[in-house]
């Protein structure tokens, strides 16, 4: 069940709370932050790519949606602390 907005907010000041305390023993605080900054990123995606479908395919649209398509890989590398493949293409 999706929370409200309010709920949301209490869930995630608690969840830096707990992550700055330390205080994260089976790690739900960790994994909400990760999860409501991925979402963002990837909510990002699906805005920049419905507009790149509204506007039959602009090649500014285009651009903008493979620097989004960037953006959220190179977060989940951040996020991840891998290092990112480069085939050197």
Request: overall charge negative; some cysteine.
């Given at each position: 069940m999706k929370p409200s907005s309010?709920?949301?907010?209490h869930a995630?000041?608690?969840?830096e709370s707990m992550r700055e305390q330390d205080d994260d023993p089976d790690f739900l605080s960790r994994t909400l932050?990760?999860?409501?900054?991925?979402?963002?990123?990837?909510?990002?995606?699906?805005?920049?790519?419905?507009e790149y479908m509204r506007f039959g395919q602009d090649e500014?649209?285009?651009?903008?949606?493979l620097h989004a398509l960037e953006a959220?890989?190179?977060?989940?590398?951040h996020e991840s602390n891998r290092e990112r493949e480069d085939f050197g293409l």
């Open positions: 309010e709920q949301m907010e995630l000041e608690v969840a932050l990760y999860m409501q900054h991925r979402l963002e990123v990837l909510e990002k995606v699906c805005d920049v790519a419905n500014r649209e285009h651009a903008k949606l959220a890989r190179a977060a989940e590398y």
